[in-house]
C-alpha cells in the first residue's frame, strides 16, 4: 500500500517571502504520479502542480516549483513571492500510473500567509 | 470553474436517514471518483466509475453505494446514517486522456445530527 506523509501541520509566511512544504511518500512501484493540491477556504480542491516518477527535470507552474527526489521518496513544494491568496491547506498525492487513477492524499499542511 | 457540478452543497439529515448526492463530471469525462474529506480520516477514497461501470472500491461503507448513469452522472448514496458520517464529500472526474488529473467538484458538506 502507497503512504503519504506530510509532517508540517502548519506554517506560515509572510507575504513576498518563500516557503516550501515537506512531503515523503511510500511505494514499491516505479511508475506513478505525484501532485499537490490546494484546499482555500472555499473547500475547492485545486490542484497546482503534478510530476511524472518518469521524469528527472522538476514540475514548475509560474509561482509553484517542486523538488523531486526520487531516491529519498521526497516531493517537496515551493511557493515563490507567496501572496495572500495561497494561503490554503496544501495537500501532497500520489497516484499509480496506467491504473484507476486513485489519489492517496496526506493529511495536509495549512499555510498562511501574513501581509 | 473545475467543470465538475455536485449538488446539493449542504445537506443536513438525522441519524438514520438515508440521502443521495448527485455529480456531473465534466464533458466528456468518462471517471467519475467519490472521496470523503473528515478531520479524524482525511481525504478517503470511497469508489470510482467509468463509463458505467465499477473500477476501484475503496474504504467505501456497506452503508453506502454508489452508480453510474448512461448519462455518465454519479449519485453516491448513503444510507443508515451515523454521527460519524459527517464530513465533506468531493467528486472529481478524468477523462480518457490525461487521466490522471482529476478535477474537483465543490463538495457536498454533509451534517448528521
Known amino acids: 500500500a502507497q503512504t503519504v506523509t506530510q509532517s508540517q501541520p502548519e506554517m506560515s509566511v509572510q507575504e513576498a517571502e518563500t516557503v516550501t512544504l515537506s512531503c515523503t511518500y511510500d511505494?514499491?512501484?516505479?511508475?506513478?504520479?505525484l501532485f499537490w493540491y490546494k484546499q482555500p477556504p472555499s473547500r475547492q480542491m485545486i490542484l497546482v502542480i503534478r510530476?511524472?516518477?518518469?521524469?528527472?527535470q522538476n514540475a514548475t507552474e509560474n509561482r509553484f516549483s517542486v523538488n523531486f527526489q526520487k531516491a529519498a521518496k521526497s516531493f517537496s513544494l515551493k511557493i515563490s513571492d507567496s501572496q495572500l491568496g495561497d494561503t490554503a491547506m496544501y495537500f501532497c498525492?500520489?497516484?499509480?500510473?496506467?491504473?484507476?487513477?486513485?489519489?492517496?492524499f496526506g493529511k495536509g499542511t495549512l499555510l498562511t500567509v501574513n501581509p | 470553474d473545475s467543470g465538475v457540478t455536485q449538488t446539493p452543497k449542504h445537506l443536513i439529515t438525522a441519524t438514520g436517514q438515508r440521502v443521495t448526492l448527485r455529480c456531473s463530471p465534466r464533458?466528456?469525462?468518462?471517471?467519475v471518483y467519490w472521496y470523503q474529506q473528515s478531520l479524524d480520516q482525511g481525504l478517503q477514497f470511497l469508489i470510482q466509475?467509468?463509463?458505467?461501470?465499477?473500477?476501484a472500491k475503496g474504504n467505501i461503507l456497506e452503508r453506502f453505494s454508489a452508480q453510474q448513469f448512461p448519462d455518465l452522472h454519479s449519485e453516491l448514496n448513503l444510507s443508515s446514517l451515523e454521527l460519524g458520517d459527517s464530513a465533506l464529500y468531493f467528486c472529481?472526474?478524468?477523462?480518457?486522456?490525461?487521466?490522471?488529473?482529476?478535477?474537483f467538484g465543490s463538495g457536498t458538506q454533509l451534517s448528521v445530527l
Open positions: 472529481a472526474s478524468s477523462g480518457r486522456q490525461g487521466g490522471e488529473k482529476l478535477f
Open positions: 511505494t514499491s512501484e516505479s511508475n506513478y504520479y
Open positions: 510530476q511524472e516518477a518518469y521524469k528527472q
Open positions: 498525492a500520489f497516484m499509480i500510473g496506467g491504473s484507476n487513477y486513485k489519489l492517496t
Open positions: 464533458s466528456g469525462d468518462l471517471s
Open positions: 466509475y467509468y463509463n458505467g461501470e465499477e473500477r
